[in-house]
């Protein structure tokens, strides 16, 4: 009868000896440990990605050349729509410089733009982060802003060869600091855990009293050149109540963040361009 | 020291025995890599409906009852690391979890073991039931606890069917490549 206990109790000392061993182990093995494991796997998201791609490439050529035609003519009237908006948002950047010269204004930090596919979306109910194709070959950094049409997506985590992860706004770890549009006081951004089959929420804290919300009237809450990491004005989400918080002083709320954001395909990681937007970036927590 | 005798591992010596058993490790290890890879892709094409399923309560199931210690306890555990490497849980969660799983179904094995796939994909249910529950207690948020059990719940239900659906696949997989590659065990070698 011992015999037998011993034998099926084996597992559970041959475990209890590795537990010990892994205790004392140095971080750094574990962390070499567990990135050669997740670059091993990384080429099998990569070609999940791939084969994505090909897909979507022979849905189009399935389409009529009538479409095709009809495709090309919408986006050349766009690319004609978007030369003309880049062209004005370089004579306001000259006449921002400008004025900022005359002020003595210190020069705003400038960002390299990396466009990145996501090649996989992992938001579970313990963490919410992407992963994308672009790593240490496109010089992204750990930390680096990421953000897509509709506003900010959220921060660069990891950076591995040749794909990173991205912590998403809706992560309940991630913080950032924000303002409402119209209001430069700085306000507390944080996720919250995600509800299924739901929009991702977010929650904003260190409002001032004198700010009202409404779902008439919400606030737009869009983010802070303060942290040093995404530029002023890019959309974070929307506020419809706010309440006075625990101390009395301030108000909190929760954001509604764009729901696009559980379902990204692209996104930009702002790479730090410039001496300013580094400095900035390293001070950053 | 007879104590620690009657605890060690009694591997035949023959280089054939050595070879089929990491023969049959590979596979099963490779079988488990592969549906950790599908799920993480369902998961990321689930991820507009605030879904995430896991399966990990699959890993242990074979490994605990038809493969020797030795051998399913490292299976179990190199499953454990792969999935610790795809995700920022701090690593050897998993790992262990995994591990501690497979000791107590080996431990139980006598009691649960069946040929008879619908009991395995109860016991792969249970054991999947422990790791999502385990996993909940260990991320507990301070806030926002209503939002946070409402999913678990909604999850737990989904991953459980779908765990109960892919054991009825995926140990007759497990067992068929096993047997493909001649590295089918003996009872001997599993007791």
């Known amino acids: 009868?011992?015999?037998?206990?011993?034998?099926?109790?084996?597992?559970?000392?041959?475990?209890?000896?590795?537990?010990?061993?892994?205790?004392?182990?140095?971080?750094?093995?574990?962390?070499?440990?567990?990135?050669?494991?997740?670059?091993?796997?990384?080429?099998?998201?990569?070609?999940?990605?791939?084969?994505?791609?090909?897909?979507?490439?022979?849905?189009?050529?399935?389409?009529?050349?009538?479409?095709?035609?009809?495709?090309?003519?919408?986006?050349?009237?766009?690319?004609?729509?978007?030369?003309?908006?880049?062209?004005?948002?370089?004579?306001?950047?000259?006449?921002?410089?400008?004025?900022?010269?005359?002020?003595?204004?210190?020069?705003?930090?400038?960002?390299?733009?990396?466009?990145?596919?996501?090649?996989?979306?992992?938001?579970?109910?313990?963490?919410?982060?992407?992963?994308?194709?672009?790593?240490?070959?496109?010089?992204?950094?750990?930390?680096?802003?990421?953000?897509?049409?509709?506003?900010?997506?959220?921060?660069?985590?990891?950076?591995?060869?040749?794909?990173?992860?991205?912590?998403?706004?809706?992560?309940?770890?991630?913080?950032?600091?924000?303002?409402?549009?119209?209001?430069?006081?700085?306000?507390?951004?944080?996720?919250?855990?995600?509800?299924?089959?739901?929009?991702?929420?977010?929650?904003?804290?260190?409002?001032?009293?004198?700010?009202?919300?409404?779902?008439?009237d919400p606030l737009s809450l869009v983010s802070s050149y303060l942290g040093g990491v995404f530029p002023d004005g890019l959309h974070i989400g929307e506020v419809r109540f706010l309440e006075t918080d625990s101390s009395g002083l301030f108000q909190q709320g929760s954001v509604i963040l764009n729901e696009r954001l559980l379902d990204l395909h692209e996104v930009t990681v702002l790479i730090p361009a410039d001496a300013v937007a580094e400095e900035i970036f390293n001070q950053s927590p | 020291m007879q104590w620690l005798k009657r605890f060690s591992i009694n591997l035949p010596e023959a280089p054939a025995y050595r070879m089929k058993i990491l023969r049959q490790g590979f596979i099963i290890l490779a079988v488990n890599w592969i549906v950790l890879f599908l799920i993480l892709e369902l998961n990321s094409l689930l991820s507009p409906l605030g879904l995430y399923l896991v399966v990990g309560g699959l890993f242990v199931v074979y490994p605990a009852f038809h493969m020797n210690p030795l051998g399913g306890l490292a299976v179990a555990l190199l499953t454990g690391a792969l999935w610790d490497a795809v995700t920022p849980a701090p690593f050897g969660l998993h790992l262990f979890l995994l591990g501690g799983l497979f000791a107590g179904l080996y431990r139980l094995r006598h009691r649960l073991r069946s040929r008879r796939a619908f009991h395995q994909a109860v016991v792969a249910c249970g054991a999947n039931f422990l790791i999502v529950l385990f996993l909940t207690i260990w991320f507990v948020p301070a806030a926002h606890l209503l939002d946070y059990s409402s999913r678990f719940l909604i999850e737990l239900v989904f991953s459980e069917v779908l765990v109960f659906v892919l054991s009825l696949w995926m140990f007759p997989l497990q067992e068929r490549c096993v047997l493909l590659i001649g590295a089918q065990p003996t009872p001997e070698e599993i007791n």
């Open chain 1, 1 to 216: 009868m011992f015999r037998l206990r011993s034998q099926a109790g084996k597992p559970f000392l041959i475990l209890a000896l590795l537990l010990v061993a892994w205790l004392i182990l140095p971080p750094t093995i574990k962390r070499l440990g567990k990135n050669a494991l997740y670059e091993f796997q990384a080429p099998s998201a990569i070609l999940a990605s791939g084969v994505e791609d090909i897909g979507s490439y022979w849905s189009v050529r399935t389409r009529s050349k009538r479409d095709l035609i009809e495709t090309g003519k919408e986006l050349s009237r766009l690319n004609a729509l978007y030369r003309v908006q880049a062209g004005e948002t370089t004579a306001l950047r000259e006449y921002n410089l400008r004025l900022r010269d005359l002020l003595d204004m210190p020069p705003s930090p400038g960002f390299r733009y990396e466009v990145a596919q996501v090649v996989r979306r992992d938001l579970s109910n313990w963490w919410q982060r992407l992963i994308i194709r672009k790593g240490r070959d496109s010089g992204i950094v750990p930390g680096a802003g990421v953000i897509f049409d509709g506003g900010v997506v959220g921060r660069v985590r990891e950076v591995y060869a040749y794909t990173s992860t991205v912590e998403l706004l809706s992560s309940r770890t991630f913080r950032m600091a924000a303002h409402f549009e119209g209001d430069t006081r700085p306000v507390r951004y944080e996720g919250i855990p995600v509800p299924s089959l739901r929009n991702p929420k977010g929650s904003v804290r260190d409002v001032p009293s004198d700010l009202f919300a409404s779902p008439e």
